[in-house]
């Protein structure tokens, strides 16, 4: 694809429901990064997959974050019994190689939690 | 971990004048520093970025230097335009940590025509 997709581009959840953000890399990067931006801030990594492989998850805020890249391409975010604090925009990015080649990000999803 | 401090927080400057934005780290491992402008309602572009075995990159009217000494690395935009205004961001990453970006706080830059 031309780029980053990202899917819904805003969604509004009531506190507890659960929440799924789609991510479509760009097609053949190997890397994907999932990053979460309060309004106003800078955004703050969450996860990292290699092909398939979540290689970091250290930034999850909480056991109610989890994601996934069954196939190496397309990646679920999810969120169960959304607070809140989750409101943001949550970002995802590509690369082509694992390591440091440049960071592609998708134009986001907002996540609104009333 | 890593923490990004970025200066300052708004900015605003007269088309055809020149713009600078400073930022700070406190991982001494920190190699890679790329800048990213985010307009609304987008996700970040990469704009430029350095890596620490240089000081200095430039790209037409952009340009970026580094100081791995004082640990800071400032982003230069000559001839602004009002298309340059937005939102930028520094990051930085340490060398065994791929793409697991620490950004700054962000500018918002805004150039009056």
């Known amino acids: 694809g031309a780029g980053v997709s990202q899917s819904p581009r805003y969604k509004v959840a009531k506190r507890g429901q659960d929440v799924a953000l789609r991510c479509d890399p760009i097609?053949?990067?190997?890397?994907l990064f999932w990053y979460q931006q309060a309004l106003g801030q800078g955004p703050e990594f969450l996860t990292y997959?290699?092909?398939?492989?979540?290689?970091?998850k250290s930034g999850l805020p909480s056991d109610r974050f989890f994601a996934e890249r069954p196939e190496g391409s397309v990646s679920t975010l999810k969120i169960q019994r959304t607070q809140q604090e989750d409101s943001a925009v949550y970002l995802c990015a590509s690369s082509l190689e694992a390591g440091r080649s440049p960071l592609h990000f998708g134009n986001g999803t907002r996540l609104t939690v009333t | 971990g890593e923490n990004v401090e970025q200066h300052p927080s708004t900015l605003s400057v007269q088309e055809g004048d020149s713009a600078v934005i400073k930022c700070t780290y406190s991982d001494s491992a920190s190699n890679y520093f790329p800048w990213y402008k985010q307009e609304l309602g987008k996700g970040p572009q990469l704009i430029i970025d350095?890596?620490?075995?240089?000081g200095e990159k430039k790209d037409q009217r952009i340009a970026v230097t580094l100081n791995k000494t004082a640990k800071h690395f400032s982003l230069h935009i000559t001839e602004t335009q009002p298309e340059d205004s937005a939102v930028y961001f520094c990051a930085a990453t340490p060398g065994d940590a791929g793409n697991m970006l620490t950004f700054g706080g962000g500018t918002r830059l805004m150039v009056k025509p």
């Open positions: 097609s053949g990067h190997v890397s």
């Open positions: 997959f290699q092909n398939e492989a979540q290689l970091d």
């Open positions: 350095i890596r620490s075995n240089v």
